[in-house]
């Protein structure tokens, strides 16, 4: 008898291959198509588009680099205006402390010395001018600085929105639109200062307000230390 050989079929699932290939590749094609649909690559495929975005880069940059220049220059105005208050008041405590020193060793001319108190009133007075008037123009330069800040943040923060909003939008951004510099702003916030001017002036230099009392004040301490009342 001839011997049957029996054969064993062994069957490969490929489907499922077939169907995770088939994933893959609708994965990729709908990552790819996602990359193409990006509001930045449309950006980048777009000439217009894209000059804005440097260019609108570029100057936020040197926004960037303005602010920093400026806080730090503010920053140092400041510190020179504390300063020069710290000079004020330690000359006066000088001048108080040599002034009660030498009214009391010159009991025996009394007379004589109490004729010249307007010599070291003088010399208080025009010491005193000098610091506070240097003060004064430290706190205008501050000021100043503080203002141009505060509107080259604002500017700044103008720009970024447009960058973030020409980001997202891609091609579909309008290229007629322009970051919002100064504007309608600028003239609602000039009214409202003009309207309360008098109250903004003494809030800004109640540092040179404070000092030229000071200094009024002190004028006549030589004539009542060295003359008495």
Aim: hydrophobic share 45%; charged share 25%; glycine share 4%.
């Amino acid at each position: 008898m001839a011997e049957l050989k029996e054969s064993h079929i062994v069957e490969i699932p490929v489907d499922e291959e077939h169907n995770g290939k088939n994933l893959d590749t609708a994965t990729m094609d709908m990552v790819i198509s996602a990359i193409h649909q990006h509001p930045l690559m449309e950006i980048s495929q777009s000439a217009g588009h894209l000059l804005l975005l440097k260019l609108w880069q570029r100057e936020e940059d040197l926004f960037g680099r303005k602010i920093a220049r400026k806080e730090t220059r503010l920053e140092s105005t400041r510190q020179e205006i504390f300063h020069l208050c710290c000079s004020f008041f330690l000359f006066h405590a000088l001048f108080f402390t040599l002034l009660f020193t030498s009214s009391i060793h010159s009991k025996e001319v009394e007379g004589h010395v109490c004729k010249k108190w307007w010599i070291l009133s003088l010399l208080s007075g025009s010491t005193s001018a000098l610091l506070v008037l240097m003060a004064h123009v430290k706190l205008l330069r501050m000021w100043k600085v503080r203002k141009q800040l505060l509107r080259e943040r604002s500017d700044g923060r103008s720009l970024t929105r447009c960058v973030m909003e020409l980001r997202m939008k891609g091609s579909n951004f309008d290229l007629s639109k322009e970051p919002v510099i100064g504007g309608k702003r600028a003239m609602k916030s000039s009214s409202v200062e003009i309207k309360w001017k008098p109250v903004t002036w003494c809030s800004h230099y109640l540092i040179t307000i404070c000092l030229v009392c000071f200094a009024a004040l002190s004028f006549p301490a030589p004539k009542l230390v060295l003359c008495g009342l």
